[in-house]
């Protein structure tokens, strides 16, 4: 057999025996293992592009959730503020109500006070008078004998009534 | 342990040198080198070995086919002698010989055809049933497990097929690959398995036979042009662009660029391969003509390092078969947007 002649028998075998085994492996290899090596590669795009939305998704949620974290914030700021605000008010009131309510109090304890200091004062005059009357009784009962002694007496009564 | 290696491989090798002696030293010069010949050729039989007088042979059918008395069938051990084991015109058996060169021949000198299984048709067997097996059950993987990630023998041939269809057949041939990948992948294991287990010792040089390569070639001149589009064909034989007097010399030059594509791959595989045995068979002949321990060793480290060598041409031109395959279909079926580019 010769180097660069084909030989008829081998040329025979390798052309029925190369397709045999194409007509094979194409039916029963090649095209399932394609088949499935697509199918693997479009499941494992499919799923990349899954994890991506996902990760968008995810993303949009953190925003969202951020936004409506600052809105409760803000919100709680201004709740407080309000409270704090009516807290002051609420004191500012009490103390000008407490205020007004003592100078009241005095105002009425200052009234009483006078109209006690006018009775005492009436009284006063009253037992003046009395003691006046009883006085003068006393002068009239002693015949009015000397009139230095007189004079006297009424001196001593008057200081008596300044005293009081 | 490397030093055990080395004087393992030494002690081996001057056994075999005195072994080679006894059996090479006695014949003359030719023979001490006909035996790359008689490696790189196909044969009848397959010879593994020579021990003294003992030949260690595996007989192989001869199927022969003629108008006259039909097929026949014959063992090879039938047509030589049985101590020498060689074939000659003495030993003709029911009117068929095998000469001295391994050529079929017919005493009466009518025509027939050869049909044996030789030992590159054997071989070619077991690179089928290898790759078959190996093919078969990867895809039976993919059945049982569904779109998964591989494992075994599929984890081995994914690879290689996911290769062939993204760097050669995708990249090559354009938006219409999809029909020629599994032609491609069975190519390209086809060729390069071949190429693997011709490096074996006792194996044959499959893929280094003209006949296998021509037929690959063929196969892909076959459907390079029954896959030519209108462009592809524009192109061969109203070349556009071209005045209608250049013509006359272009069309005939693009006819026999038809053929000297497949002729192109056919030589590149056979001479790549065949140079190859023939540069390790050379080294390893050395050792018998010079019967000398240093070249001995000597030309088996070049044995050695030019062995890796071929690992790495085994899988180079498996490659550049199928890429030249993949870019001659290409080229067929690509479509054309610009007439004048080429």
Do not use: C
């Not at chain 1, 200052?110 to 006393?138: F, G, R, S």
């Not at chain 2, 059945?143 to 494992?151: D, E, R, Y």
């Not at chain 2, 062995?307 to 031109?317: C, F, G, P, Y």
């Amino acid at each position: 057999m010769d180097l660069i002649t084909p030989g008829s028998g081998l040329i025979f075998w390798q052309l029925f025996g190369f397709l045999g085994l194409l007509f094979i492996l194409i039916k029963f290899a090649w095209k399932p293992m394609l088949a499935a090596l697509d199918e693997r590669e479009s499941s494992i795009e499919n799923a990349l592009k899954a994890a991506e939305t996902a990760r968008n998704e995810m993303a949009n949620l953190k925003a969202e959730n951020e936004k409506l974290l600052a809105e409760a914030r803000l919100e709680r700021d201004t709740i407080l503020k309000k409270a704090h605000d009516a807290s002051a008010k609420m004191i500012e009131e009490a103390k000008a109500e407490a205020v007004k309510t003592g100078a009241q109090m005095i105002e009425n304890a200052k009234a009483v006070i006078e109209t006690e200091k006018k009775a005492a004062l009436a009284d006063v005059k009253t037992q003046v008078a009395t003691l006046t009357l009883e006085v003068t009784e006393k002068l009239l009962r002693k015949n009015l004998s000397e009139d230095k002694a007189q004079k006297e007496l009424v001196d001593e009564f008057i200081k008596d009534l300044k005293l009081n | 342990m490397t030093r055990k290696l080395l004087v393992l491989s030494l002690l081996l090798l001057a056994f075999m040198s005195t072994f080679s002696t006894a059996t090479f030293a006695a014949g003359s010069e030719e023979d001490k080198t006909s035996f790359i010949m008689h490696h790189v050729k196909d044969s009848h039989e397959w010879h593994f070995a020579t021990f003294g007088h003992t030949h260690v042979t595996l007989p192989l059918p001869v199927i022969i086919y003629s108008g006259d008395r039909g097929l026949e069938f014959f063992s090879s051990s039938d047509f030589q002698n049985h101590e020498t084991h060689a074939f000659g015109e003495e030993f003709a058996h029911e009117g068929y010989y095998i000469d001295e060169h391994d050529h079929l021949g017919r005493v009466d000198g009518a025509s027939f055809i050869d049909l044996s299984i030789t030992k590159n048709v054997v071989m070619m067997f077991l690179v089928m049933i290898l790759l078959a097996s190996l093919a078969l059950s990867a895809a039976n993987h993919y059945k049982k497990n569904g779109a998964v990630a591989p494992k075994g023998a599929a984890a081995l041939i994914e690879p290689i097929v996911i290769f062939v269809r993204d760097e050669i057949a995708k990249n090559s041939i354009g938006p219409k690959y999809k029909k020629f990948v599994p032609y491609l992948i069975t190519l390209f294991l086809f060729i390069w398995f071949g190429n693997l287990l011709g490096l074996l010792p006792g194996a044959a040089n499959m893929t280094g036979n003209i006949a296998v390569t021509m037929v690959l070639a063929v196969l892909t001149f076959i459907i390079t042009n029954v896959n030519g589009n209108k462009d592809y064909w524009k192109h061969v034989f109203a070349t556009p662009g071209v005045p209608i007097p250049m013509l006359l010399i272009i069309v005939p030059v693009e006819i026999i660029g038809l053929f000297t594509k497949p002729f192109a791959l056919m030589v590149r595989l056979f001479v790549a391969i065949t140079a190859g045995h023939i540069v390790i068979l050379g080294f390893i002949a050395l050792a018998f003509i010079f019967e000398s321990y240093s070249i001995g060793i000597a030309s088996t480290l070049m044995v050695t390092f030019i062995n890796i060598i071929e690992l790495l041409v085994a899988t180079i031109q498996a490659y550049v078969f199928t890429l030249f395959s993949a870019m001659y279909i290409g080229g067929a079926v690509a479509e054309h947007a610009h007439d004048d580019h080429h």
